[in-house]
């Protein structure tokens, strides 16, 4: 055989059986290149990634091969809220029922405060019988407490009550007020009728709400035209008014200016006669001058000499009888 079919034979048996050592050779060798293919596939992904750039960051693993905890976050210090952060809402809430409850008892207080004052309930003391054969002057002089007009509101304290003058309200349907009878529930205040006497008119006060109403109505519908000036009852004329009140001795009153008939009974004659004497009289704001006084009645309020002093007269020794006319005669 010749060294060409010599080499031949060999080279052949190479490539079909196996050398010893080669395989393990080549498993190597693909190790190797994998790993370096896995390297360079890491080498790219960190070149095409940088740190930093919003890629993952990479976990850390122990010696041991486990996966490591990821950094513990930094504990902050708790920031410590003032008092009145931390109870601002309930400050607040209370802020505004405190708010409500002033503006309510502002509300209430003005709503139940008194519309006047009464520094004593009057009671005149009684006088001395008339002399023979003069005429007797119903009623009682009641010491003058001026007639200034105030702002519609205004408390007003009277010395005596009921009152026969003092301060009023000077306003449109205030003061003076529209002649005619007024329930026990309708709000009438003396800062309004006392207007009325100050320009002549008769006032007829009730006390307490079992006054008998049908009575008051017929004496208002006896009033005749007013004794100077004759007007017509009621309307726009300053009498009659016929009220409540119930801060006086008596259970009836009439009332012109500075003076006062008390009555236990509606009397009417009584209040005709005494309208008639001293009706427009002795007011101080007149409504009319005419040029005579009607037949019948005195032209000038009586003297002052048998008054009753001007003190609170607030003791007298007994209690008007129950004839609308008192016995005695005051100036």
């Known amino acids: 055989m010749s060294k060409e079919s010599r080499r031949r034979q060999r080279t052949a048996g190479q490539t079909s059986g196996s050398v010893p ?4 050779r080549r498993q190597t060798a693909g190790s190797a ?10 080498a790219a992904a960190a070149t095409a990634h940088p740190a930093g750039a919003g890629s993952e960051r990479r976990r850390s693993s122990s ?23 931390r109870y601002r809402r309930w400050l ?20 139940t405060q ?19 054969g003069s005429s007797p002057q119903p ?42 009878p007024y329930g026990p529930n ?13 320009h002549g008119g008769l006032v007829i006060l009730y006390k307490g709400a079992e006054a008998d109403q049908t009575a008051l109505r017929a004496l208002y519908s006896a009033i005749p035209v007013s004794p100077v000036c004759g007007f017509q009852p009621g309307g726009n004329s300053p009498g009659p008014v016929i009220a409540r009140f119930d801060q006086m001795a008596w259970p009836y009153a009439a009332l012109v200016w500075d003076r006062v008939l008390p009555m236990q009974t509606i009397d ?27 037949s019948g009645a005195p032209s000038a309020s009586p003297s002052g000499a048998a008054s009753p002093a001007a003190s609170d007269g607030s003791s007298p020794s007994v209690a008007p009888s129950d004839s609308s006319v008192p016995s005695a005669s005051p100036s």
């Not at 050592?21 to 393990?24: E, P, Q, V």
């Not at 009438?188 to 006392?194: A, D």
């Open 114 to 132: 008194p519309a006047f004052a009464c520094s004593n309930i009057w009671e005149p003391t009684p006088t001395a019988s008339p002399a023979p």
């Open 33 to 42: 290149s994998a790993s370096a293919a896995a390297a360079s596939a890491s």
């Open 92 to 111: 607040l809430a209370a802020a505004v029922v405190a708010v409500v409850a002033v503006v309510g008892a502002g509300v209430f207080a003005s709503a």
């Open 186 to 198: 309708d709000s009438v205040i003396p800062e309004g009728w006392v207007h009325n006497l100050e």
């Open 268 to 294: 009417q004659a009584a209040v005709l006669d005494f309208y008639a004497r001293y009706g427009e009289r002795n007011n101080p704001e007149k409504l009319c001058n005419p040029s005579a006084s009607p």
């Open 63 to 85: 010696p041991t091969g486990t996966q490591r905890a990821g950094r513990r976050a930094r504990s902050r210090p708790a920031v410590r809220q003032s008092f009145l952060q």
């Open 139 to 180: 009623g009682y002089v009641q010491p003058d407490m001026g007639n200034t007009h105030v702002a519609v509101g205004t408390v007003v304290k009277y010395t005596y009550c009921p009152p026969a003058s003092g301060h009023h309200y000077f306003a449109s349907g205030q003061g003076p007020i529209p002649a005619r």
């Open 21 to 24: 050592g080669a395989n393990d």
